[in-house]
């Protein structure tokens, strides 16, 4: 993962948006289930480590890159991120689109932050169907999106989901900041009561969702596949297992170096 603060990421993004002709950039937000579903799941396991960013979205990571590490860490998890450039944009004036969710928490998302941040410019929102676009739909969406060039696109399909969209997308669309963002469309549209700060910064934020409305959904998630995260990393810091660190990142200019570093 990245050791990344938030005055890092306003930097890169910052210069990432300057230039509207090149590729979008992407920030991966990965916690513990991306990791253990990328364990299996090759493709999943490229993308997150070619993201820009790879952010730790989840305070044990924080925690670990900050004491055992030695480094500056934020949380880069999706909803926070999104509220802190959306407050960023006070300054910069970034441009939104919001793409996921259904099309009711899609619309609601948008007008909650219209209004908690006034200032704040959603250019489009677009609930795609719950099914694979055709070849002509895809293409009007992406021709849509050039046309209203925004900064930042909030991509909201769930995991693996959106993490495949983004892939297919960073050199159909250009000049973006795309970001996975997941629940943040259910949090922010108002179908999920989002953890507290003080839980979100405790490391417990799992359980206070494990313990919501979408138990059946995520029991899995924070049972089956933490424990298959935790195995592994196990494995890994006792020695017994080596995970080779891949660099590799999607071609930048010359003047926009990547982040090295990713995912064991």
Not at 223 to 230: D, E, P, R, W
Request: glycine share 6%; net charge positive; hydrophobic share 40%.
């Amino acid at each position: 993962m990245n050791p990344v603060t938030y005055s890092d990421l306003f930097t890169k993004i910052d210069r990432w948006t300057a230039n509207k002709e090149q590729r979008s950039h992407h920030i991966a937000c990965v916690n513990a289930y991306n990791i253990a579903l990328s364990l299996s799941n090759k493709e999943l396991k490229r993308i997150y480590n070619g993201a820009d960013i790879v952010g730790a979205d989840g305070m044990p990571f924080v925690r670990w890159i900050r004491f055992f590490n030695k480094e500056q860490c934020d949380r880069i998890a999706a909803p926070d991120t999104i509220l802190a450039l959306a407050e960023h944009a006070k300054e910069k004036s970034y441009t939104f689109y919001l793409y996921g969710g259904a099309p009711d928490v899609c619309v609601k998302m948008k007008e909650f932050l219209e209004a908690r941040f006034p200032h704040i410019n959603i250019v489009g929102h677009y609930s795609p169907p719950f099914r694979e676009l055709t070849q002509e739909e895809d293409d009007a969406i992406v021709d849509e999106i050039n046309r209203l060039a925004p900064d930042i696109i909030c991509v909201g399909l769930g995991t693996p989901k959106q993490d495949y969209w983004i892939d297919t997308h960073l050199y159909k669309i250009k000049g973006s900041v795309m970001i996975a963002s997941g629940a943040t469309f259910d949090f922010f549209g108002g179908r999920i009561k989002m953890a507290p700060k003080f839980i979100r910064l405790s490391g417990f934020e799992w359980l206070y969702r494990l313990l919501g409305k979408d138990f059946k959904r995520l029991w899995k998630r924070y049972t089956v596949m933490y424990a298959v995260f935790i195995y592994n990393f196990m494995l890994q810091k006792s020695g017994l297992v080596k995970y080779h660190l891949s660099t590799q990142k999607h071609p930048e200019p010359a003047e926009s170096p990547a982040i090295s570093g990713a995912l064991a």
